[in-house]
């Protein structure tokens, strides 16, 4: 076990190349995420073999509670090595374990991207003293489980990839260039584009959105190499109309699509259709293996609002892919129960403002409140 030096810089840069060259890494296990949440504080663990190579690695972020004096530790999709061997995952454990009494951490959480039936891992680290919820509920995770992919696509060509898509898809995709609309790689300088768009998603479908100057410290965090801001266009009075856009990452042979938002108006245009197709080549481009919509939620329960999210996602003809979802480790039980209690009252708050959303966006809409959802389109 071997805890980081943030001076060196030589360990840092052999820390990056690790997680982003190892099928088991993830953007946020990258040491540009503590950019993005520059509100926590981070540190990070390395494991190595008897070579002296790296085998293993997690970054954790930390969030002080409050009045407490303690802090609550997270590695986001964390950690990266072999998730099946105990030798490696033990040994990042102790670092996280010499950093819990530094930060006063109450409890420490990971959630490795392996998927639920590899139940053998689970049962390993409930032995190593971790808590779990099998088959948590929707929306009680902070990363989502159910997620939508096309994945082994490296090595495939653009008309492979697209032939794989239902015909309607196909169509949609090619419609929007025939009908002017346009999809541009872009940066921050985007956004008083993209927000107006993610302000009129969030009423339209229910859902509480970041301040604009997340998305600036998300896109320049990861960087370009690593982040683009994706919007389509189309050409009206000489003037370019925003209609889609999207934030994308790509990292350790995976492009994910983390964050979308469309307008309410030209959806004849398809504008969605063509963005997903633009993002897809990115990834093909990128010979990354997996293309991941990322979240699913409800995507068994056709009466559920948010079914139209894995209706208009299945249609790329991928599949979906369950984790595994969150380990907790408790440090110190009786902080936790008054940190859970304190969580429930914000969290009750939250669920009231949402279905504050949910009844203003169904009123706009002249919709009743059990009115079956619409396609994503």
Known sequence: MELIDKNNQALLDEYEDFVKNSKYGNFMQSLRWPKVKDTWGWDA?????????????????MKKIPGLRVSFMYSPHGPVCDWRSKEIMSDLFEGVKVLAKRYKAYQF????????????????????????????????????????????IEGKTPDEVMASFKPD?????????KKGVVCKVCGTEALDDFYPLMEATGIRDGFSIRAKEYF?????????????????????????????????TQYAGKTCYVYGASANHHRNLYPNYLMQ???????????????????IPFYNDETNPNYGVYKFKKGFNGEVVTYAGEFFYVFKPVKKKMVDLAEKIVMDRHERRRQKLLKNRNKEMGMEENTAPRNEE
């Open 45 to 61: 663990v390395l494991s190595r073999g008897e070579d002296g190579k790296i085998r293993g690695t997690c970054l954790v972020i």
């Open 109 to 152: 959480m990971w959630d490795p991207c392996y998927e639920e039936k590899e139940k053998d891992i689970s049962e390993m680290l409930i032995g190593m003293g971790f808590k779990h919820t099998y088959n948590a509920p929707e929306l009680t995770t902070i990363q989502a489980r159910n997620n939508y992919m096309l994945r082994n």
């Open 169 to 177: 898809w196909r169509n949609r995709i090619r419609k929007g260039p």
């Open 216 to 248: 600036v410290k998300f896109i320049d965090g990861l960087g370009p190499e690593h982040c683009h801001l994706f919007m389509c266009y189309v050409e009206e009075d000489g003037k370019q109309i925003p209609l889609s856009g999207a934030v994308t």
């Open 277 to 295: 197709w633009t993002m897809i080549n990115w990834a093909i481009e990128g010979k990354n293996y997996i293309y991941d919509f990322q979240g």
